[in-house]
Structures are given as structure tokens and as C-alpha cells.
């Protein structure tokens, strides 16, 4: 550490002024960077910034003529701890007999308007003793920060008065106390989807972060006095080794912060993509590509584990204590090595793991038997953890161990908690070597919101709703399907295994794939039951990208899915996991669309599986029932057969085909009212596959998608789907399936702009105007290559096309602009969005209805890298 120590007390009056203080501080954190670097340990520059800020504020204290009344200076909060980061809250508390006169207001307008001027994020409070006890006993806040209370300057009787009334049993008796801390965290962790997990952390308020050593501290200071962690050992409550290990992973949490504050410029504690490689880098890690950051979030993650963790033991203990004077609930012998007390599990021998590994899995099938108990007792949590840190090899190759586990995973009730338990307490790694590698691996896109092994557990957890009649309304069909499937364990093993390749270069899915296929066979599975794991598992997106991005309304696309699955089963077994999938990615993916598209290509493809893929739908028959039920419904609106047939004439086979006979009769009656020479927007006023359907009716021509996307995009709404056709009189019969900026359907009383919007669209000449919008600042951090790629076809009548470009606003309508300009016809489009990726399908033609020729294809590829790097 650097031996010039910075400090403001040698300035003069005339010195402290914002200019001379602001350079001071800008040298005190260059020099605090310089000893980071130098590895210094941070609670030594921790501490160093505290003492800085002390002697400051000290030193401000006499400048502004304080010394001279009956005041207290008070440290409260962080402050309070001497816990002071590059960008913490400078709390205090000014302590008074009774309210300031104007001379004292003034000085201390002059001193905070001095400190704001420094860029000091300060807060603040005037009150006298028995107003800080009244605010205390009605804000935990208040209350916790007081008791963190520490004097900096004047009145010292005061400040004791202060403590004395503070510390007293009647303030926040230690029994309130403590519930009401549990209860805080708690409703923290619920914020934080009570998961550490998170790629994007908060270091202070994610579950396992800062905040959890900080409420151990809270509580223990309030019950037992114990003003640290050394403190908390003294009484008991930590042995030696774990308070070397919370004090380990403070040091850890304190020095990723330590650098996150030296990177930013406003106050923050999340640690985002944006800011992972620099600190990264900061920390001293290398690698090349995402090497560096993953290997920090891994070393960071493991390090919210153990907090989270060693918290959860503590306030057991504290609980048995503080709640219970140490009595236990009710015992239950469950076997001879367990029993239950009250909600937790008890082992009833000691180093019972240690002499038996494989009862860890016991405890876990006990767990899975009794939904009554909610945690392990923390006494056996030790053993557990003992017990963890000497394994010498991994459970799974143990004979009797692997028995146990597929005992588990056969359980009825494995999915209620026993798994969530095993991640928690690093069972699932101990037990599986492929499962340490994922855990804390981090996922850098924005369409995950977990780390793999989170995501996979989350899976797991998910499949149970399946078995709840509770969540019909939310998983119709998993709900049927999931109860009734006959060897539920291949899609639990196949869970397990789906992401498990990930972070090791490849193809995740076949690693996975090779990997549970071994696993099956060592586990006593059958080779035909391994082959049907291995397949879910290499083919776990298969569903998801199918109904997503193909056009599941042409029979050969359901044929083609339809050989892949090759019987009902697999089918089933592919649909929950893809559900849970979809659902444990992040909170908020799962919509109506998506389980509608889902539902469909579900159905679709029973039907072919039933019908035998020998046996190809009849196309004619589909048309004729379409037309059929179509007719009906328009003839009970007072049309005549004949009318009907003049109009349906016009259209092509491929209309009747492609769309139900709701919408047939929908767009018929209105078609059937309405003069050819102007443009038809409808929007439908019911939900159609979970979004809003928009039709459109005018004379064709080159330009038309692109004009009607950049309307579209102009009413912030996202186009998710597109049938785009010609009737035989060159007319346009194009739909477009679109959500809001929520990916919900539309509102009603938006309809009229909307079609207001689209009819002047259609009506335009000109060139198409597309607004220029900023991306949102989570896109501005990530890259995503554009790729045009072009499929074959089986008919070689039209041009299939994919697109992989970074989602940018209106990203569709310079796309629809650029096959504009390029000659290109739009016949259908799969708008599907990835987190930061937009993966498009695009089914086009030229304007004779061709397929793109070669020549064609590599213009059209240039135009949209162009169009699409310039836009970013």
C-alpha cells in the first residue's frame, strides 16, 4: 500500500473549496486504483476511504463552527460499518437537543451544498434523541441504521444518550427484531426471483450478496452485542471455519464492488454485461473471447452460494435461539439414520455423511416422502458440508448411490423441493462431475435470464406445475400430457442433461446427448430408453425452433417434424420439456402466442402420427372443409351461395388452405361490402393465437410489405407472423399477426389509429419513411452478426430465408424496405426474437413468382448486410 496517506486535515480554510477537495479525491482514488491493482487488500482501502471521509467531515465540522454547539455528528448505515466504496452513500445523522437556529440551518446548507458539490451522494437527517427513537420504532430502516451508529465529532454525552436508548430491550426487542429481518429478506430474495443466480447481479441485494452477511450482523448485534463476524464466532453461533469463510467471501463480494465502483460514474451495484469484462479485468482475470468474465461470475456465483448457504444455517440457529430459547419442535424418527424436527431434517449421527455418503441421497428421498419438511437442520447442514469438502470422488460412482438416485428421480414427488435442495447445498455437484462445471456458468445474451444450472433447476421445478390442475388455464395441453406419461424419469434425466454441454465449446446438445446416453446405460436404463433421453436431448430446441420459425401451416413442415419425433411418445415427452424450457429462460418469455404456436404444431403433428406419415394429409379435403364450414357461417349472415362463389373465385387454393373458416367468413363479409378500388384494414377484436390479427385488402405491388411493417413499427407493434398472398385479380390477401410493446394482444381502443395508420400506409407513393428510434442501452453492449442464409426447398418454386441480425427498432421495416428496392415479393415471414437476436424466415419470390436466382440471392444478402450495419 502506497505509505503517502491523503488527508484533508492539513488543509487550510481557504483550501476547502470544491475545486482543491475534488482534486483530492480524484488523487485518492487514483492512488486507490493503483493499490487495488497492486493487490492491496480491499478491506484495507475499504477502510482507508472511510478514515478519509472521518477526517474530512471532521475537519468541515470545525470549518463550519459546529464545535462550538451542543451537536452530534453521527455515522449511521454503511458509513456507520466503515464499509465506504468508491460510490457509497454517505450517511449521517445530525443530533440535536432541540430544532437548529437559523445560524446552525445555514452552516449546514453550507456543508451538504459543499459535499453534493464533491459529486457525494449524501443522505441525511436532523433529529433529536427521542425523535430518532420514534422514527426508529416505526422504520426498520431507521432502527437498523442506528443501531450501526458511530460518532465522528461533538456532543459525546448526547451520542450516548443516543446508544443508550438504542441498545435498551424496549427498542426493537430482539425477538421483533429478528422476525422482522427475516421477513425484509425474505421479500428481498422474492425480488430477486429468490435466485443468486442472476447474469446480471446486484453484489449488494441479490440473495447471497452483501446483504445477507449484513443481516447476520444486524441480528447478532441486536441479541448478543456482536459488533462483527469475529464477534459472532466468539459466542458460538461460528465456528472457526465459517467465519473465515464468511469473512473469505466478503473480501470476494467487497473486491468485485470495489471495482465495479472504479468503473462507474454513478452510484450502482449491478453488475451487467456492460460492465463484466471490466471489471473482469480489473480483478486480474484473462482469457480469451468470454473466458475472463466467465470465470469470474463462476468464482462470484459459487461465492453467493456459500453466503447464501451459511445465512440460511445461522438464522436457524438464531431462530432456535432468539424464538425458541433453544427448545425444538416435535421429533419424528424416520428411519434409522433420520429424523424430522419440526419443518427440517435431521441426520442422528454424527458424521453419518462422512462414514456413508450415499445417505445423502437418503436424506433427499426422505425429503421428497414428507412435503411437511421445508429445510435441512443446521447441524446436519455442517455435517453436510463437512462431508461435501472430503469426498474423494463423485457419488455417482457408487453403485448404491446410483441406485438411490434414480430412486429419486422416480419419486412421485422428487420434483416438490428434493432438487432444489440438492443445487442449493451442492448435492447435484457432488453427485454428478458434469454438474459442477455448469454451476455459476454464466449465458451472455439477454434472452436468458440464469445461469445454466439455475435455468436447469427452475426447469425442473416448472415440470411440477404440469401436475397441478391449479395452472390448466396457463399449460393446457402439458397439463394433460404430463400426468399421463408413462416413464416420466427419461424426461427428468433428459432435464438434466439439456444444458449440461454448455460452456465447453461445441454443440451443447450433443455433448449432452453423448453424455446422458452413458449416464442412462450406468444407471440401469434400458438401450432403447437411453437412446429416447439422448434424443430428447440433442433435439431439446427442435420443437421450440420449429413452431417459432417455420411455417407450421404447410404440411410438409409438420411431416418433416413429424419423422423427427416418430411416435407420440417422444412427442410428449419433447413437449413438456420444451415448455419448461421456454418458461425457466425467463420469467416473462412465455405468452399466449408461444403456446399457441406450440398447441398447433402439438396437434399437427399427433394428427399425422395417428394418421401415418405414409398417409400424407389431403390438401383438397382441407380446402373443401374450409370452404365448407366458411360458407355456412356467411350464409347465416344473409349471403347467397352464389355471391360467395363469385367472390372465392378470385382466390387462389393456397388462401382456403392457409387460413382457418373463421377467418375465411371474417375477411368474406367484409370483402363482400367493400368497393375494390380502396384499401381494406381489418383488425380482429378478439386475440387470434394470443396477438391481434391485422388484414389487409388493396392492388398488389412490390412495395407493399415494407409499407405496412413501417406503419406497423410506427405504432410500436411487433410483427410476429405474415401470410402474404395474391389473389387471381393481382390483389393483395396479406395478414399479419402483431403484439405490443408488452407481447400482448391489442387494446380496442387503439384499433382505429391502427387501421387509420396502415389504410394511409397503403395509400402512400413515396419513398417508405422508417423513424429513426435509439436502441434500448441493454442492446447497445452486445453484437450480433447479420447472416442471410438460404434454405433449399423441395418444389424449387420459391426462395427460402433466414436472418440472424442483432434486434434493433424497426429492424422488420428496413428489411421490408431493402426486398422492396431489391424486387423481391414477401409471401410469408416468422418473425422470432432471441433476447439480443432477431431470427427471421422469410418464404420469397420475384416479382414474376420465381424463385431467386443465384445472382439474385447474393444481391439481395449485400443490400441486407448493408442496410442492417449501417442501422446499428
Partial sequence: MTDTVITPQHLGDDQLDPITL?????????????????????????????????????????????????????????????????LSDIDL????????????QQSLSDLLTLLWDLKLEVGHSV???????????????????????????????????????????????????????VDEQKARHRRYHDTAYKLEPDLKLSPGSLRDIHTLSWIARRHFGATSLREMSDFGFLTDAE????????????????????????????????????????????????????TMMKDFFRTLGRVGELNKMLLQIFDQVIIDNGRSGEVDVLSDDFQRCGRTIEARKPALFQARPETILDMMLHIADDTSIEAIAAPTLRQLRTARRRLNHFLCQQDDAREKFMALIRHPNALHKAFGLMHRHGVMSAYLPQWSQIVGQMQFDLFHVYTVDEHTIRLLKHMRLFDDEANRERHPI?????????????????????????????????????????????????????????????????????????????????????KEVRDEERLDLLLCLTVADINATNPDLWNSWKRTLIAELYYSTQKALRRGLENPPDVRERIRHNKHLAAAMLRKQGHSPREIEVLWQRFKADYFLRHTHKQIAWHSEHLLHHADDKPLVLVSKKATRGGTEIFVYCQDRPSLFARVVAALDKK???????????????????????????????????????????????????????????????????????????????????????????????????????????????????????????E???????????????????????????ALSQAK
Avoid at 472521518?54 to 470549518?63: S, T, Y
Avoid at 436508548?165 to 426493537?172: A, G, I, K, P, Y
Avoid at 400482448?744 to 419513398?767: C, F, M, Q, W, Y
Wanted: aromatic share 8%.
Fill in 243 to 294: 467465519y473465515r469463510e464468511l469473512n473469505e467471501c466478503q473480501n470476494v463480494l467487497w473486491r468485485i464492488r470495489f471495482a465495479l465502483h472504479l468503473e462507474l460514474r454513478r452510484y450502482d451495484n449491478r453488475l451487467t454485461f456492460a460492465h463484466q469484462t471490466s471489471v473482469a479485468e480489473l480483478l486480474g482475470y484473462r482469457g480469451d473471447g468470454n473466458r475472463a468474465v466467465e
Fill in 716 to 838: 410500436n407493434l411487433s410483427v410476429h407472423d405474415a401470410q402474404v398472398m395474391t389473389s387471381k385479380d393481382g390483389h393483395a390477401l396479406d395478414t399479419f399477426m402483431v403484439l405490443d410493446q408488452n407481447d400482448d394482444a391489442i387494446s380496442i381502443d387503439r384499433h382505429p389509429r391502427i387501421i387509420d395508420g396502415v389504410g394511409k400506409a397503403l395509400n402512400e407513393t413515396g419513398k417508405i419513411t422508417i423513424p429513426k428510434r435509439r436502441s434500448p442501452q441493454k442492446l447497445q453492449h452486445f453484437s450480433v452478426k447479420t447472416q442471410v442464409l438460404f434454405l433449399p426447398t423441395k418444389n424449387g418454386r420459391r426462395t427460402l430465408m433466414e436472418l440472424v441480425a442483432l434486434d434493433t427498432p424497426g429492424l422488420l421495416a428496413r428489411v421490408g424496405a431493402v426486398f422492396a428496392r431489391q424486387n423481391v415479393s414477401v409471401h410469408a415471414a416468422k418473425i422470432t426474437t432471441i433476447g439480443e437476436r432477431a
Fill in 127 to 181: 433529529r433529536t434523541v427521542e425523535e430518532c427513537i420514534d422514527v426508529g420504532l416505526d422504520d426498520l430502516t431507521v432502527a437498523t441504521n442506528l443501531q450501526e451508529s458511530r460518532l465522528l465529532c461533538g456532543d459525546s454525552q448526547l451520542f450516548e444518550a443516543l446508544e443508550a436508548r438504542v441498545h435498551h430491550d424496549s427498542f426493537w426487542p430482539s425477538e421483533r427484531f429478528y422476525q422482522a429481518k
Fill in 478 to 562: 402439458c397439463c394433460d400430457v404430463f400426468p399421463r406419461l408413462a416413464r416420466r424419469e427419461l424426461l427428468l434425466v433428459a432435464a438434466i442433461f439439456h444444458d449440461i454441454g454448455k460452456g465447453r465449446g461445441g454443440d451443447h446438445s450433443e455433448i449432452g446427448a453423448i453424455e446422458s446416453h452413458d449416464f442412462c446405460l450406468d444407471h440401469g436404463l434400458s438401450k432403447p430408453e437411453a437412446n429416447i433421453v439422448s434424443w430428447l436431448v440433442r433435439n431439446h430446441l427442435l420443437m421450440s425452433v420449429t413452431a417459432q420459425r417455420r411455417d407450421i401451416y404447410d404440411p410438409d413442415v409438420i411431416t418433416d417434424f413429424a
Fill in 22 to 86: 475534488k482534486a483530492q479525491f480524484q488523487q485518492l482514488l487514483e492512488q486507490q486504483k493503483q493499490d487495488f491493482l497492486a493487490n492491496v487488500p480491499v478491506a484495507e482501502l475499504v477502510y482507508q476511504r472511510t478514515d478519509y471521509m472521518d477526517a474530512l467531515l471532521v475537519r468541515l465540522w470545525h470549518h463550519f463552527g459546529f464545535d462550538q454547539s451542543p451537536l452530534a455528528l453521527v455515522a449511521v448505515g454503511g458509513y456507520g460499518r466503515r464499509e465506504l466504496h468508491p
Fill in 93 to 104: 445523522l445530525l443530533l440535536c437537543q432541540a430544532p437548529l437556529n437559523a445560524y446552525q
Fill in 840 to 866: 427471421d424466415f422469410f418464404i420469397v419470390t420475384d416479382l414474376d413468382n420465381q424463385a431467386l436466382t443465384s445472382e439474385h440471392q447474393a444481391q439481395l444478402k449485400a443490400a441486407l448486410e448493408k
